[in-house]
């Protein structure tokens, strides 16, 4: 008589839940119908001490690439090296894919060639962010008909629009494990992404992290659960103080870059800077059905040792632009800083349309320096959104409530001037006690006229200041005002001085 034991294929490994079956065999056999049955005899002893299977799952992870193109050599080669090595690698990104490299945000058609990278980059999923909305919705549609990954977001309804109603969620499968992605955006003061109002006109939007709450049931449904969001690092972390039946968080919006991992209330939260510098990497261990080990890094893409060839050569095609890359004019001295820059866009806008005022908003300022020859691509980068400049007459009142709304929440300026000084008077708790506003000359602006203002498209909808005149546009997106103004004057300097202070009582 011999012994066997019953077991799966897989032998080194064995689920806890497939039980080692010990059979005493006799080795007599007997033909039935022409067909030979080997009898079974005996009894059978089950052991209960049998290794349970373990899956690793690795999920790479980006957000905020705003149109960059240049690292997916190295992202596409590092993730499929990993895919050659590891059986369940998946590729997420938490949004703004769009927005801040010319070469995708001014293709015909917008944003082809971002999408098409991620494609053969082999991305899973892409939850909304805010900076998808910048082309309007029917380019987005376009781009998510493109795309071989599913757009996810959960606090919205789209049913006013021209937008189909993305997925709230996806489930990954890793083996026998199920693995859900919750799709959430931030919300501005305005109660919508912070895009231009006029590319989501019909959608209806809802708060993040009350919305996350509505997703509880995905516990039953997958073995872990992963927010996969884009409304900043610290909203994270108030989704993890409140919903820690999160596995865990992957960010974006803030482009905040945790080089070391983070866990709140047990959840891992996780956030890899911004514009493909840095690739997160989350591994979760599954034991069973159990999730028992997550772990998260950082690899910074410079870093990468090897690149996809295929992918490094239409990239190479997508940047050979020869209208963005011609040089029209040379800085004298390097713009250090959004404060310097903001100075020469508008002056610049000012002088365009002779305006008492201009006015940037420093989150419309996309690059923080420029320095040395000055390309097209240049202007685009600094200035992606194809704003209109717009003017408006603004009487001194309606000029401090532009100024008042514009503040940030330590109550500081977050607008550049041109044709005046800003005072930002607060009290001693950094309460708004008063805004001032000054001409060329250090007199204070007067209550009984009108003065003539220049601004971008999106601070006209988005700044939500009570006013007569809504403003009409000028007929040219604000990067094409900054290209006619080098072409003419190439030798580009500006005269730096501080254009607003805190006066606090």
């Given at each position: 008589?011999?012994?066997?034991?019953?077991?799966p294929?897989?032998?080194?490994?064995?689920?806890?839940?497939?039980?080692?079956?010990?059979?005493?065999?006799?080795?007599?056999?007997?033909?039935?119908?022409?067909?030979?049955?080997?009898?079974?005899?005996?009894?059978?002893?089950?052991?209960?001490?049998?290794?349970?299977?373990?899956?690793?799952?690795?999920?790479?992870?980006?957000?905020?690439?705003?149109?960059?193109?240049?690292?997916?050599p190295?992202?596409?080669?590092?993730?499929?090296?990993?895919?050659?090595?590891?059986?369940?690698?998946?590729?997420?990104?938490?949004?703004?894919i769009?927005?801040?490299?010319?070469?995708?945000?001014?293709?015909?058609?917008?944003g082809?060639?971002k999408?098409?990278?991620?494609n053969?980059?082999?991305?899973?999923?892409?939850?909304?962010?805010?900076?998808?909305?910048?082309?309007?919705l029917?380019?987005?549609t376009?781009r998510?008909?493109?795309?071989?990954?599913?757009f996810?977001?959960?606090?919205?309804?789209?049913?006013?629009?021209?937008?189909?109603?993305?997925?709230?969620?996806?489930?990954?499968?890793?083996g026998r494990?199920?693995?859900?992605?919750?799709?959430?955006v931030?919300?501005?003061?305005?109660?919508?992404?912070?895009?231009?109002?006029?590319?989501?006109?019909?959608?209806?939007?809802?708060?993040?992290?009350?919305?996350?709450?509505?997703y509880?049931?995905?516990?039953?449904?997958?073995?872990?659960?992963?927010?996969?969001?884009?409304?900043?690092f610290?909203?994270?972390?108030?989704?993890?103080?409140?919903?820690?039946?999160?596995?865990v968080?992957?960010?974006?919006?803030?482009?905040?870059l945790?080089?070391?991992?983070?866990?709140?209330?047990?959840?891992?939260?996780?956030?890899?800077?911004?514009?493909?510098?840095?690739?997160?990497?989350?591994?979760?261990?599954?034991?069973?059905?159990?999730?028992?080990?997550?772990?998260?890094?950082?690899?910074?893409?410079?870093?990468?040792?090897?690149?996809?060839?295929?992918?490094?050569?239409?990239?190479?095609?997508?940047?050979?632009?020869?209208?963005?890359?011609?040089?029209?004019?040379r800085?004298?001295?390097?713009?250090?800083?959004?404060?310097?820059?903001?100075?020469?866009?508008?002056?610049?806008?000012?002088?365009?349309?002779?305006?008492?005022?201009?006015?940037?908003?420093?989150?419309?300022i996309?690059?923080?320096?420029?320095?040395?020859?000055?390309?097209v691509?240049?202007?685009?980068?600094?200035?992606?959104?194809g704003?209109?400049?717009v003017?408006?007459?603004?009487?001194?009142?309606?000029?401090?409530?532009?100024?008042?709304?514009?503040?940030?929440?330590?109550?500081?300026?977050?607008?550049?001037?041109?044709?005046?000084?800003i005072?930002?008077?607060?009290?001693?708790?950094?309460?708004?006690?008063?805004?001032?506003?000054?001409?060329?000359?250090?007199?204070?602006l007067?209550?009984?006229?009108?003065?003539?203002?220049?601004?971008?498209?999106?601070?006209?909808?988005?700044?939500?200041?009570e006013?007569?005149?809504?403003?009409?546009?000028?007929?040219?997106?604000?990067?094409?005002?900054?290209?006619?103004?080098?072409?003419?004057?190439?030798?580009?300097?500006?005269?730096?001085?501080?254009?607003?202070?805190?006066?606090?009582?």
């Amino acid at each position: 008589m011999t012994v066997s034991m019953l077991m799966p294929a897989n032998t080194d490994k064995v689920k806890c839940d497939v039980p080692c079956i010990l059979i005493y065999q006799n080795p007599m056999n007997f033909k039935i119908s022409g067909k030979i049955i080997l009898l079974l005899f005996a009894g059978i002893f089950i052991f209960s001490g049998c290794e349970e299977q373990e899956t690793r799952v690795v999920i790479f992870h980006t957000n905020d690439s705003h149109s960059q193109l240049d690292h997916f050599p190295s992202l596409a080669w590092l993730v499929n090296n990993e895919r050659a090595t590891e059986e369940h690698v998946f590729l997420v990104s938490a949004g703004d894919i769009f927005s801040g490299n010319p070469i995708v945000d001014y293709y015909d058609p917008k944003g082809y060639p971002k999408i098409d990278l991620m494609n053969r980059a082999g991305y899973n999923i892409n939850t909304i962010g805010n900076h998808e909305f910048d082309y309007g919705l029917e380019v987005l549609t376009d781009r998510m008909e493109q795309a071989d990954f599913p757009f996810i977001l959960a606090n919205l309804n789209t049913s006013g629009s021209v937008l189909a109603q993305p997925d709230a969620y996806t489930i990954l499968r890793a083996g026998r494990h199920r693995i859900a992605f919750l799709g959430l955006v931030q919300l501005n003061n305005q109660g919508i992404p912070s895009a231009h109002p006029g590319n989501m006109t019909g959608i209806e939007f809802f708060p993040p992290v009350e919305t996350a709450g509505e997703y509880e049931y995905l516990t039953a449904r997958a073995d872990a659960v992963i927010g996969l969001t884009h409304h900043g690092f610290v909203s994270d972390t108030i989704m993890a103080a409140r919903y820690p039946w999160f596995d865990v968080i992957i960010g974006g919006h803030s482009h905040t870059l945790t080089l070391r991992p983070e866990e709140h209330n047990g959840v891992l939260v996780t956030q890899a800077g911004s514009n493909m510098q840095y690739v997160g990497k989350v591994t979760l261990v599954f034991r069973g059905r159990e999730l028992v080990e997550k772990s998260a890094a950082m690899i910074r893409t410079s870093g990468i040792e090897g690149a996809d060839s295929e992918i490094a050569a239409l990239v190479e095609m997508y940047n050979d632009n020869p209208a963005l890359n011609r040089v029209i004019g040379r800085l004298a001295e390097p713009l250090k800083n959004k404060d310097e820059l903001g100075i020469f866009i508008t002056e610049t806008y000012r002088k365009y349309g002779n305006f008492d005022f201009a006015f940037q908003n420093y989150g419309g300022i996309r690059v923080n320096s420029m320095d040395g020859d000055v390309r097209v691509r240049d202007i685009f980068r600094m200035d992606p959104f194809g704003n209109e400049l717009v003017g408006m007459d603004l009487s001194y009142p309606e000029l401090k409530r532009l100024i008042g709304n514009s503040l940030s929440s330590r109550n500081t300026p977050s607008v550049q001037i041109a044709g005046g000084t800003i005072e930002v008077h607060l009290a001693e708790d950094r309460s708004l006690r008063d805004v001032k506003i000054f001409d060329p000359s250090g007199m204070e602006l007067v209550t009984n006229r009108k003065y003539s203002v220049a601004m971008p498209s999106y601070m006209a909808s988005a700044f939500d200041f009570e006013r007569e005149d809504q403003g009409t546009g000028m007929g040219i997106i604000t990067a094409a005002v900054l290209i006619d103004h080098i072409e003419k004057n190439p030798d580009i300097g500006i005269t730096y001085s501080t254009r607003s202070r805190i006066v606090q009582h």
